[in-house]
């Protein structure tokens, strides 16, 4: 599935421009334009992603020993160049890279920092659809995070929980690691027997030999490359198809089974009662992996089958199956508009529980906004938290959801739940941007919104109660 880029998106690599063209060999006196660019332009994190192409396929076969911790992987990317590229980058940290082709021919390749440059034998001219094969192998370890959590490839006590938000997916792929760039995805992982690797989509196939076996994963709608997984464990594993024909498969670690039966039960309801709400579920696949580890500290809505890192409350059930609508089917266009998926996820958790016999959302809101002026609550914008430890912080959840319950109060419950389904359709499979979600309020709704969005979302300090 080709990834469809939205003119914001095209716009804002046209902005990025040359100026944050590549920190490679070739330098100033290489043709202009003719190098992919080291980064997407994104001023949180400047090196994710690449410029110059885009990734509509990833074909990934990995093999994994969790006794000793080696990774062997072949990574097979279709791609289109959007420049005339001399080279261009991937975005790869560790590991030991053996080889790379471009369309079967051996291209030369070098690593800097976190990007894997290579240099196709003739340049690939804009518009060609090119493919681009990455031998690899070493031992996949994670980053730590600015707030000190881990992210990528995190080696657990039987296998790996593997979690990529916001950079971690190169820590185990080459990557195009920006969620601008959207791709299908095959994974082929094979495991020793015994243990269960679990990734996106649906479960094409599952093989034993020789005391290993293969899994096949076939990820189909358009996925960011932080949302794929590869977790491997040993995993009680249950499937079944849901009555709107999605395709479900639950992993859960033994340890966590007991605790996580009665939550993963209601899965299929949540989805029912989200998609009344936001409009069709996204994807053919559903599930969750129940992972033991400790060491995480969060979970991840991995695309289609969430990561938990132990038995979740039925909230965060609802909070990561909500991030498929907002986060995954519509991704960010920049870092910077994190809100967009925590503060939606965030406020879907306030709806359920309105609709489920708990507290309604004014009440979540209300306790909130009793917390005093100098809370860290109010300590920074929740839309634009920077890309430090403030990212996954609380006014990005919180205030987020807050935005919503003021945007709800000002436009009423029926015109504001038809934004939030215009937005999931609108931009389905696709990106967007604050900007345009403030606009589409605007138009849904007719009411100029600006002071309500710039005191709630771009505003530092306790608002005055409107
Ligand atoms: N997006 C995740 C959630 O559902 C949180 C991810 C946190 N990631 C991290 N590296 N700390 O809220
Ligand atoms: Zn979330």
Do not use: C
């Not at 790379?100 to 021919?105: A, L, P």
């Not at 290993?212 to 079944?240: C, D, H, I, N």
């Not at 559903?286 to 992972?291: E, K, N, R, S, T």
């Amino acid at each position: 599935v080709a990834a469809t880029i939205p003119v914001a998106v095209a716009a804002l690599l046209a902005a990025a421009g040359p100026a944050s063209a590549g920190t490679g060999a070739a330098g100033p006196t290489a043709p202009a334009g003719s190098a992919g660019s080291a980064g997407a332009g994104d001023p949180y994190f400047p090196l994710a992603g690449n410029g110059g192409y885009h990734v509509s396929h990833y074909g990934l076969t990995l093999a994994y020993d969790p006794k000793t911790g080696h990774l062997d992987g072949t990574a097979v990317l279709t791609a289109r160049a959007t420049q005339r590229l001399t080279r261009f980058d991937l975005d790869l940290r560790g590991l030991k890279v053996t080889g790379v082709t471009v369309d079967h021919r051996k291209a030369a390749h070098r690593r800097d920092g976190q990007e894997l440059v290579v240099t196709p034998r003739t340049a690939l001219r804009k518009g060609h659809e090119f493919r681009v094969t990455v031998t690899y192998n070493g031992t996949p370890g994670p980053v730590t995070d600015p707030d000190g959590s881990l992210d990528g490839w995190i080696p657990t006590d039987d296998g790996a929980f593997v979690a990529g938000e916001p950079q971690g997916a190169m820590t185990w792929f080459p990557a195009n690691n920006h969620p601008q760039d959207k791709s299908s995805y095959d994974f082929t992982i094979t495991v020793p027997a015994g243990h269960t690797a679990v990734a996106n989509g649906v479960l094409r196939g599952q093989r034993t030999a020789h005391g290993r076996t293969t899994y096949r994963w076939r990820q189909s709608e358009p996925m960011a490359a932080y949302l794929a997984t590869a977790t491997v464990g040993k995993f009680k594993v249950e499937q079944y198809t849901t009555r709107d024909g999605v395709k479900v498969y639950n992993a859960v670690d033994p340890r966590e089974a007991a605790k996580a039966a009665p939550v993963l039960k209601e899965l299929p309801s949540v989805l029912e009662w989200e998609s009344r709400l936001f409009g069709p579920y996204p994807y053919r696949a559903a599930g969750a992996v129940v992972d033991h580890a400790p060491q995480v500290g969060y979970a991840l809505e991995t695309q289609t089958r969430p990561l938990y890192d132990s038995a979740p409350a039925l909230s965060t059930l609802v909070h990561e199956s909500a991030h498929q609508w907002f986060g995954d089917s519509v991704s960010l266009t920049r870092w910077k508009d994190i809100w967009l998926n925590e503060g939606f996820a965030t406020y879907a958790e306030w709806l359920y529980d309105e609709q489920h016999g708990g507290p309604s959302a004014q009440n979540a809101f209300d306790t909130l906004y009793a917390r005093p002026a100098d809370d860290r609550l109010w300590a920074y914008p929740a839309g634009d938290p920077g890309s430090g430890a403030a990212i996954f912080g609380t006014p990005v959840y919180a205030r987020g959801a807050m935005v919503l319950h003021e945007l709800r109060k000002a436009v009423g419950d029926r015109t504001f739940l038809r934004i939030l389904r215009t937005w999931a359709s609108e931009h389905r499979y696709g990106h967007g941007t604050t900007a345009q979600f403030t606009a589409l309020a605007e138009r849904q709704s007719g009411k100029d919104l600006k002071s309500l969005f710039h005191t709630w979302l771009l505003t530092k300090g306790k608002p005055d109660k409107a």
